[in-house]
Each structure stands twice: as C-alpha cells, then as structure tokens.
C-alpha cells in the first residue's frame, strides 16, 4: 500500500512542477514586465533631462496563454555631420525593434526568446546611398530579474550578416554571437555587488573585394572582457546617461553655443562611470589570421592577442595596492609589394610580445613593476634598381628584447603627481604657475621619486645580419644593461655592462684588423649617497622657488638661479664626503690585430685635490702595429706621430700568447699628480 502510495505522488510530482507554466499571463504581469524591461534595457527612455529619446516608441507586453509577446523598440537616431564646406547635415540610423516570447521563471525571473533578423539603416544625407546593416537569421535569447532590475544573462547570435551601401556588400561576417552574463560577486553574495562577463566573436569577417586584391579578411575575432565587484545596475544607468548626453550633443549644430556647464557635466558623468567600474577587470581580443590587400601590396598576420587588466582597485586610497599587467602578442606578421612596385619590399616577423606588470608589494605603499619588449625572426629585404641593375639589401635579425624593470614604485603618489599637473594645466594653459601652486606639486613629485629604490635596463640581440651590395656585417650577440640599486638609501649602487660576440666584416675594411670583433665591459659605482642626494637636490628646487617669490618682491635679494646655484654646491660637497667609490671589473675589447685590458677604480677623498684618488692598469696589444699601419695610409702620419709618444710611455711587455704588447700603470695620487708609469703628466706639457 505504501510503495503504491509514492509511486503515485512520484508519477504526479511533474504535474506539479508544470503547474507553473500552464499558469496563466496576466495583464499585471504584462505591465510588470514592460516596466522592468523598460528600466532594465533603456532607461534613458524614463532619463528626462538628457535630451530627447534614442528609442522610437517603447517595449509592448501582452498575454499571450501561458506566455507574453513582446515587441522592443526601435532604435532611431538623427546626428549633425556637417560637411566641411559648411554645408549642414544630418544622418539618420534606424534598427527595428526587437520581438520576442516571454516565459515567467522562478521568482521574478523571466526569460525571452526571440528570432527577428537584424536590420538597420543608416541614411548619410548629403545625396549619398543609404547603407543597410542586416543578417539572414539571429537567435536572442535574454533573461531578466524584476527584482533585482537586472540583464542577468544574455546570447544574441546572428548567421550571414552583411553591411551593403548602394546595392554592393561592404562587409560580411559569416557568424556574430554576443553573449553576457551578470552573476553574484562570490565574496560580497549578500551585497548589491555582480561580476560582469561580456564576449564577442565573429566568424569570416571580409571587407572590400578579396577576390579582386583589394580587400580584408579576418578568420576570427574574440573578445572576453570581466568586471568583477560591480553595482551592476548603478554602472548600467551612468552608462546609459553617458550615451545619451553623448549623443544628445552629437543632435547639435556645431557652430551653436555650447549648453551651460556642458564640459563640466560630461566630465561628472565619465567620474561616476569611472567610480562603478570594479575593483578588478580582465579583457582579451584575438584577431586570427588576418589577409589584407591593396595599393599593389599586402599584409597579414596568423594571430593578434591585446590581454590585459587590473586587480585590487581600491578609490579611497587611489593607486594603493593597484596591480595589474598587460600583453600584445603578435605571430605571423607580413608585409610585402606586390610585383608592379619599382623598388619591392618585404617584411617578416615570427613573433613581437610586449607585456608589462604591475604587483604591489604587501603592507607597503609601493609596487614593482616590468615592462618587456621581443621580437622574434624579423627580416626585412629592399629591392633597389639603380642604372648598374638590381640590387637587394637585406636585415635579418633572430632574437632582440628591451626589458626595464622598477622597485619602489609609489603608484598613489604617481597619480596625485599626474592628477596635479592636469590640474594646474587646465587652470594656467601654456602660462607657468607661480611658485606658489608649484611648491605644493614639487614636494609630492620629491616623495614620489624618493620611493623608487631599483631600476633596471636592458637590451639584447642575437644573430643580427646586414647584407648590402658592397659590404656585410654579422654580429653574434650584444647584450648591455644598466642597474641602479638602493636608490632610497645612501649606499647606492650603479652597474653597467656590455658584452658583444661574434663579429664579422665581408669584405674586409682597409683598418678592419682594428676593428672590435668581441666586447666585454663591466663597470661598477658603489656607495653613493642617493637618498641625501635627493633630498639636497629638491632642498635646491624649493629654495629657488621661495627665492623668486622674495625676489619678485625685491628685486635686490638673491633670485632663484642663485639659490639654486648655492644648492647645488652643498649637494656637491655631500658627494665629496662620501664613500663613493668606481671599479672597472672588466673591460677588454678584442680586434684581429690588437686588445685592449683595462682594470681599476677610484675612490672619493675629501683631502685630494681633485677630490678623488685613482689607480688603473691598462695593457694594448698590437699598437706598434697600429702605429706601423697608420704610417702607410694616406694623412695618417700625423696620427701616427700623436700616438707615438702615447706608445713611448709605455712598458713592453708580452701577452698570453706571445703577443707584443704594451702596459700602463695610471695614478691620481692625493697631491693632485697624474702619473703614467710612474711619470708625471705635467712634465711632458709645454710650459
């Protein structure tokens, strides 16, 4: 009896569950939701104040059985673009409205499904073709919540949409899709807060005539974007009021006056649209194999990715925490003439990447930051016909990047600077402030740079090849960076370093054997007193500053080129009393014929007479030959003869290898002496 009893109330327990979809619609129901759809989808047609409606007529609900048919407004618009010659007119867009069938969901969710094929026109004026944007088939479907006045799910797909402008196909795309999605905020499930996912995609996009060489085509396109902890309905309405008031002043004459305070309400709004935007974000466009001609040439690449977005965005404390990155990755690229051009051209890359990030650093005010730039198997090659025939030049290069990187980065302070500077130009224009309003603009500009306390550059490249008609040139690899350390201390530290392999020279120069085939440079600064720098440095900006305040006053007191002066001679005495001290950890440059090793260092001393004291080591291999070369060119005795005494004052010695060489001992002793090898440089200058 039992087991009779729940396969009954099991076999009934759909009926139940359908008992909400056989429920009539009613006209309440209908007013509900034309008022919902209204707000949620247009509201700019209930915005009074904002110019007139873009809407032509509003949205209608009526029951329809156990549903509602709705019918959407249509778009309609009428913008002033006045002809250059001052001839005023007016272009009209117009797209139908929208229809669908409307299902009541659970609570105040109702979901709409529709299949009206897109159709606007765009009418120019001026006697031109009206241009028709339409699709062959499109499928909408939306969901709203009442309650909560929100889109909260959206997908609009279009099959066989085309552009056409007097009769001919300007653009067609085989598949367009849009689709949204607006869901709680996982962190804040009891706040009005959403996360927002749009995406885009389009399908064979082609532009112009492809068949005929002129003309684009786009195998792909996608767009995904996300904005997280959203008042999602706030950021609906500024959005909404923003387009309005945008194109309410696009209706205008452009030679009537703008309407009071315009510039200031257009900069309100885009604050408040700014204000709602999230505390994070991610977007991502991918453009895939991409084909274009014309003007006898063409152009393409296989695919583009532009990735990038912010996190930990927090307006109370602008800029503090901020982090975020970026990248442009790009693969495939060319360009090429086609075969009519007089002096054709190609031009390859295998791959370009550009990315940038921002990280703060925990419980501190300050991020690191890095920027880098690759570029993968590029060549390029020039075709030039001259009267001796055709000729080619070409560059081929395997691998180059340029990286900086920043510690200390005080990104609050970078936008207070950014936003000051905005400030005073749009108050002053081209005119300069007074010292006054500067003063309060520097100090922010002093503690920002006064976070920084790394930076780092560098530049490589591998495999770098140059051919021209009379003269080749091969490099292996160069390399140079440059580090600044510990720049908000007083223990600062400066490094450089170069290094280059491989080089080769075809033909050969007639001096080619000097020529440097291999580089290595490494040079340290060490212990300078930065952050006391600084503070002297700007002490001098605000003194100068307050001394042409005086002086404008009274024109007998010191002006501000004077203090500054005075200023700069204290940060100068500061560096004299320091520990600064320069080392040559390497340097040796390698030619064919000769090398060059230089060693040493200095180091501050107050007590020297030029302030430092320095010792070196410097050993030349093949200079007699050199000197022995020089003689046989033309007007290179002269040089030869310069170089000569250069050459006596040297020790002769051998290299690793047997080579001739010839050694230096320098020495800036305290007294102020210059020695080379032990003689003194003032002796052998003309009394």
């Given at each position: 009896?039992?087991?009779?009893?729940?396969?009954?109330?099991?076999?009934?327990?759909?009926?139940?569950?359908?008992?909400?979809?056989?429920?009539q619609a009613t006209p309440e129901g209908a007013a509900a939701l034309q008022k919902g759809l209204t707000t949620i989808l247009t509201p700019t047609l209930a915005t009074p104040g904002l110019g007139g409606p873009i809407f032509e007529g509003g949205w209608t609900v009526e029951p329809a059985?156990?549903?509602?048919?709705?019918?959407?407004?249509?778009?309609?618009?009428?913008?002033?673009d006045d002809d250059y010659d001052g001839r005023k007119r007016v272009v009209r867009i117009r797209c139908d409205g929208d229809r669908y069938i409307a299902?009541?969901?659970?609570?105040?969710?109702?979901?709409?499904?529709?299949?009206?094929?897109?159709?606007?026109?765009?009418?120019?004026?001026?006697?031109?073709p009206p241009v028709l944007f339409t699709s062959r088939s499109r499928r909408?479907?939306?969901?709203?919540?009442?309650?909560?006045?929100?889109?909260?799910?959206?997908?609009?797909?279009?099959?066989?949409?085309?552009?056409?402008?007097?009769?001919?196909?300007?653009?067609?795309?085989?598949?367009?899709?849009?689709?949204?999605?607006?869901?709680?905020?996982?962190?804040?499930?009891?706040?009005?807060?959403?996360?927002?996912?749009?995406?885009?995609?389009?399908?064979?996009?082609?532009a112009g005539d492809p068949a005929a060489g002129e003309g684009l085509t786009l195998g792909r396109l996608r767009y995904g974007g996300r904005l997280e902890d959203v008042d999602a309905a706030a950021l609906r309405d500024r959005v909404w009021r923003?387009?309005?008031?945008?194109?309410?002043?696009?209706?205008?004459?452009?030679?009537?006056?703008?309407?009071?305070?315009?510039?200031?309400?257009?900069?309100?709004?885009?604050?408040?649209?700014?204000?709602?935007?999230?505390?994070?974000?991610?977007?991502?466009?991918?453009?895939?194999?991409?084909?274009?001609?014309?003007?006898?040439?063409?152009?393409?690449?296989?695919?583009?990715?532009?990735?990038?977005?912010?996190?930990?965005?927090?307006?109370?404390?602008?800029?503090?925490?901020?982090?975020?990155?970026?990248?442009?990755?790009?693969?495939?690229?060319?360009?090429?003439?086609?075969?009519?051009?007089?002096?054709?051209?190609?031009?390859?890359?295998?791959?370009?990447?550009?990315?940038?990030?921002?990280?703060?650093?925990?419980?501190?005010?300050?991020?690191?930051?890095?920027?880098?730039?690759?570029?993968?198997?590029?060549?390029?090659?020039?075709?030039?016909?001259?009267?001796?025939?055709?000729?080619?030049?070409?560059?081929d290069l395997a691998k180059a990047r340029y990286g900086v990187s920043a510690e200390g980065l005080d990104v609050a302070g970078l936008i207070a600077v950014i936003g000051g500077f905005q400030s005073m130009v749009a108050e002053h224009g081209d005119d300069e402030p007074p010292p006054a309003e500067l003063s309060p603009w520097f100090a922010r500009v002093r503690t920002t740079i006064a976070a920084l306390s790394q930076y780092k550059a560098e530049i490589a490249v591998s495999d770098l090849r140059m051919r021209a008609p009379y003269m080749n040139v091969a490099i292996g690899d160069i390399a140079y960076s440059e580090t600044y350390a510990g720049l908000d201390g007083d223990r600062a530290g400066y490094g450089l370093h170069l290094g280059m392999d491989e080089l080769t020279l075809d033909p050969g120069l007639p001096f080619g054997d000097w020529v440097p085939r291999q580089a290595r440079i490494d040079i340290a600064l060490k212990d300078v007193p930065s952050r006391s720098v600084q503070a002297l440095f700007w002490d001098g900006v605000e003194a100068a500053m307050?001394?042409?305040?005086?002086?404008?006053?009274?024109?007998?007191?010191?002006?501000?080129?004077?203090?500054?002066?005075?200023?700069?001679?204290?940060?100068?005495?500061?560096?004299?009393?320091?520990?600064?001290?320069?080392?040559?950890?390497?340097?040796?440059?390698?030619?064919?014929?000769?090398?060059?090793?230089?060693?040493?260092?200095g180091t501050v001393n107050p007590r020297a007479v030029f302030g430092v004291t320095a010792q070196a080591t410097l050993r030349i291999a093949g200079l007699d030959d050199f000197v022995k070369f020089l003689r046989t060119q033309p007007d290179g005795a002269d040089a030869a003869?310069?170089?000569?005494?250069?050459?006596?004052?040297?020790?002769?010695?051998?290299?690793?290898?047997?080579?001739p060489a010839r050694d230096y001992d320098f020495v800036v002793d305290p007294g102020g002496r210059m020695l080379v090898n032990g003689t003194d440089l003032a002796a052998l200058m003309p009394k």
């Open positions: 009896m039992v087991r009779r009893l729940v396969s009954i109330l099991l076999g009934a327990a759909p009926l139940w569950l359908a008992g909400a979809a056989f429920a059985g156990a549903q509602y048919r709705v019918t959407g407004p249509a778009l309609s618009l009428a913008l002033r299902t009541a969901g659970e609570g105040a969710v109702t979901r709409l499904s529709g299949e009206t094929p897109v159709r606007c026109e765009i009418r120019p004026g001026g006697g031109e909408a479907e939306l969901t709203v919540d009442l309650a909560a006045s929100l889109l909260t799910a959206s997908i609009d797909e279009s099959e066989g949409v085309t552009v056409t402008e007097d009769g001919e196909t300007r653009l067609a795309v085989h598949r367009l899709s849009l689709t949204s999605a607006t869901t709680p905020h996982p962190e804040r499930p009891g706040a009005a807060r959403q996360d927002i996912a749009l995406q885009l995609e389009a399908e064979g996009l082609s923003l387009i309005a008031f945008t194109l309410d002043a696009a209706r205008r004459d452009p030679q009537a006056p703008q309407p009071p305070n315009a510039g200031r309400k257009l900069d309100a709004l885009l604050r408040q649209v700014q204000g709602l935007i999230g505390s994070a974000s991610q977007a991502e466009l991918v453009l895939t194999d991409l084909r274009g001609a014309g003007d006898d040439s063409t152009t393409g690449f296989e695919s583009l990715t532009v990735a990038g977005g912010y996190r930990g965005l927090d307006r109370a404390v602008p800029g503090r925490g901020l982090g975020g990155g970026v990248t442009l990755d790009l693969r495939g690229f060319t360009v090429s003439d086609g075969p009519g051009k007089t002096d054709p051209g190609t031009l390859s890359i295998d791959r370009v990447r550009l990315s940038g990030t921002l990280d703060p650093v925990a419980g501190k005010p300050v991020a690191g930051s890095t920027l880098g730039l690759d570029v993968d198997g590029l060549s390029f090659a020039l075709t030039e016909t001259t009267g001796d025939g055709p000729s080619e030049f070409r560059f307050q001394a042409e305040i005086r002086h404008d006053g009274d024109s007998s007191l010191p002006d501000g080129d004077q203090a500054f002066a005075q200023a700069m001679q204290r940060l100068a005495d500061r560096l004299l009393a320091s520990d600064a001290r320069l080392s040559v950890d390497s340097f040796r440059i390698t030619a064919p014929k000769g090398a060059i090793d230089l060693g040493g260092g003869a310069g170089i000569t005494v250069f050459q006596l004052l040297g020790r002769q010695a051998k290299t690793a290898d047997g080579k």
